[in-house]
């Protein structure tokens, strides 16, 4: 047995390592027709694993027109877009105030770690941006389908969120949740 490193996974014993372990093959757009219209390609610690015990890991965002990436955040990372293609406005909330802008190719963004945070496309055709974290595993927490893909009852989410509950049972019904 090899010891675990702080993300959690084993080290491959030396002689089993090859350059393959330090090269992500499949970093292309991925598929857009979905709910939110938006696709991650991810290369984290699961998917790539020259990255375990380094504390990096990398996704490239493909957002078709009119698609957005909800509400979520990263409990285990700091997020950094950095816009390739088309038009993205993305911000993050505090209790306080609200940080939001309209990227453009050549645009950085920054998501401090645990923030709520949002990417809408917001111009015409697709837009793509690649996203570094600092956690080889950042994992996500999407406020949609926490809220919706449960069967927390309805009133209870109706209650809890001031939505009205006809509201609560349409998202609940969009995302798979019952109750």
Request: negative net charge.
């Amino acid at each position: 047995m090899h010891p675990e490193t702080p993300t959690g996974y084993h080290c491959m014993p030396l002689a089993n390592i090859t350059s393959e372990d330090f090269v992500f093959h499949g970093f292309v757009a991925g598929n857009t027709n979905n709910s939110f219209n938006a696709a991650l390609t991810s290369a984290f610690v699961t998917d790539f694993p020259g990255l375990n015990d380094l504390g990096i890991s990398a996704a490239r965002l493909d957002i078709a027109e009119g698609g957005s990436i909800p509400m979520h955040t990263h409990p285990g990372a700091t997020e950094l877009l950095i816009m390739v293609q088309g038009e993205i406005t993305a911000g993050f909330l505090t209790t306080s105030a609200v940080y939001s802008n309209t990227l453009k190719p050549g645009d950085l963004m920054v998501f401090p770690q645990g923030m709520l945070h949002f990417q809408v496309n917001s111009g015409k055709g697709k837009a793509t941006a690649f996203l570094t974290f600092s956690s080889a595993n950042p994992g996500a927490q999407l406020l949609d389908l926490l809220l919706f893909s449960n069967n927390l009852p309805s009133n209870l989410v109706a209650q809890t969120t001031f939505l009205d509950l006809a509201q609560v049972k349409k998202l609940k019904a969009r995302f798979g949740g019952r109750g």
